[in-house]
């Protein structure tokens, strides 16, 4: 059954959010895995197994996201097996105050299209470090466990995390793909600053955790942020709302999303320079309280 969240207030979308109570982060972020030489859809086809043939055309998005206003850069080790990283750090090293770099592990790649969970604290540990090196720090701003491991315990994958924060080389922790008693059971390990959950308005099985995630302060990144497929059909009412906003419907998914709770903050990727302002951009619309509701009836 779908939830349709009651809408907050008009401004409660806010334009800014403090991820991890220290990085003060806009609302929309900037998500690297399009940085690569395939994407699929849905997300268990995509490929992203090699960099991008265009490179110089990646770095040029990367900076002009800065430009922009982006200060949340979201990549992973696994995406062109850690290519994309060394290409944030190309395009944006040095960093510039306030950027904040939010990286992933914990998803092996054994082939193109494959992604096998990997939790092992030698492993976890062993990406950290390749991480720092591929992105020229000392220390990893955000940096995510891809996916649980089942066949490793939450502790120990948590822990390992929570280690190399102790040493200095992990600023804050994150998690990705979790349920909410995988978050209050990471808790219980170390403090948890995000959740990246897949979210769109069309794809809502993890409205609990944004509820959870605004309720405790957790930054919440939903990627794909803009598969909304049929819902922007003419005559439905993404479409519908576009048109009242005079926005695209990739605006509106994006302003539904910044509705939806404070702590929400889309990653939206792309490789053209053109989307990417459209994208920024829909921090300047503003949903009507009919509007957030007739968008929230939908999905699933």
Not at 132 to 149: A, Y
Not at 204 to 227: C, K, N
Not at 266 to 291: F, K, M, R, W
């Amino acid at each position: 059954m779908t939830h349709s969240p009651t809408a907050p207030p008009p401004g409660a979308a806010g334009t800014a959010f403090d991820l991890g109570g220290d990085m003060p982060v806009g609302r929309i972020g900037y998500g690297t895995m399009r940085l690569t030489d395939h994407r699929g859809i849905p997300p268990s086809e995509a490929v992203i197994w090699e960099p991008p043939r265009d490179r110089a055309g990646a770095v040029a998005v990367l900076r002009r996201a800065v430009e922009l206003g982006v200060r949340l850069v979201d990549t992973a080790d696994s995406y062109a097996l850690g290519a994309v990283e060394e290409i944030v750090a190309e395009a944006l090293y040095p960093y510039a105050d306030g950027v904040v770099v939010a990286t992933k592990a914990g998803l092996a790649r054994p082939g193109p299209g494959k992604w096998v969970p990997l939790g092992r604290p030698e492993y976890l540990r062993q990406q950290a470090e390749l991480s720092l090196r591929r992105l020229r720090t000392d220390c990893l701003d955000l940096f995510q466990l891809h996916r649980v491991d089942p066949g490793v315990p939450l502790a120990d994958q948590v822990g390992t995390l929570k280690e190399l924060q102790e040493e200095g080389k992990v600023r804050h922790i994150g998690l990705s793909e979790v349920d909410v008693d995988q978050v209050r059971e990471a808790r219980g390990i170390a403090a948890i600053a995000s959740v990246q959950n897949l979210y769109n308005l069309a794809m809502r099985r993890h409205e609990a955790v944004v509820d959870y995630t605004a309720a405790e302060g957790i930054a919440f990144l939903p990627y794909f942020p803009m598969a909304v497929g049929e819902l922007a059909a003419p005559g439905v009412p993404v479409a519908e709302v576009a048109a009242e906003l005079g926005a695209t419907t990739a605006q509106t998914a994006l302003a539904w999303l910044l509705r939806r709770a404070p702590n929400v903050l889309p990653i939206p990727g792309t490789t053209s320079l053109g989307h990417l302002a459209e994208n920024v951009a829909a921090l300047d619309l503003t949903l009507s309280d009919e509007q957030f509701a007739r968008l929230s009836a939908l999905g699933g």
